[in-house]
């Protein structure tokens, strides 16, 4: 009897030694699905979704606690991927969130003008203005997300829009509309 005490005891220590280290070896950080949402979304953190950034966004996402509809810099494109992952249908970009730009589009500073009162920095989500108080400002246009998020709070309106010439990675044929496609293609 005490055999069997002390061999059960050994085999339950064992399994809870290869539980442990499997716990500690296997771990998983976060929740997969906000990692795979957050992936799909453009990373401006604009805020137009009503959430401070694209995470947040993927986290009320994920919990059920927004619309795959809200993100305008992602458009069309982000719209049906989150519905493809989530298994929801897609719905149309919702008009309150904003718009979606047809072009990707960059702001650049006009430093003749520029007071330097930092009010763009500030505003900026992702840092990509550069400059001091009293100092003109620039804009880092490879880190610049097109947010326009900077244009509202600049007191002498020295902020443009600029959009950017699409580059290979980010090219999207337009598709044919259906009379013009020639009828073998079909």
């Known amino acids: 009897m005490l055999t069997v005490i002390i061999t059960l ?11 442990a280290y499997s716990a500690v070896r296997f771990k998983v950080e976060g929740d997969p699905v906000v990692d795979k949402i957050d992936a799909l979304l453009p990373q401006t953190q604009c805020g137009q979704c ?10 009320a996402l994920a919990k059920g606690e927004a619309d795959i509809n809200q993100c305008p810099p992602g458009g069309e494109a982000t719209i049906i991927a989150l519905a493809d992952l989530l298994g929801v249908e897609a719905k149309p970009l919702n008009a309150e969130n904003g718009v979606a730009k047809k072009t990707r589009t960059i702001v650049r500073i006009d430093e003749q003008v520029c007071i330097g009162c930092t009010l763009c920095i500030q505003a900026c989500p992702v840092d990509a203005i550069l400059g001091t108080a009293k100092q003109m400002h620039t804009v880092i246009e490879s880190e610049c997300t097109g947010c326009d998020l900077c244009i509202p709070p600049c007191p002498v309106d020295c902020i443009h829009v600029f959009e950017v010439e699409p580059t290979v990675r980010e090219w999207v ?3 044919p509309e259906a009379e013009h496609v020639a009828p073998h293609a079909l």
């Open 9 to 19: 005891a050994v085999i339950a220590s064992i399994f809870g030694l290869i539980l």
């Open 50 to 59: 009503t959430y401070p950034g694209c995470r947040p966004y993927a986290e």
């Open 173 to 175: 044929a337009e598709l």
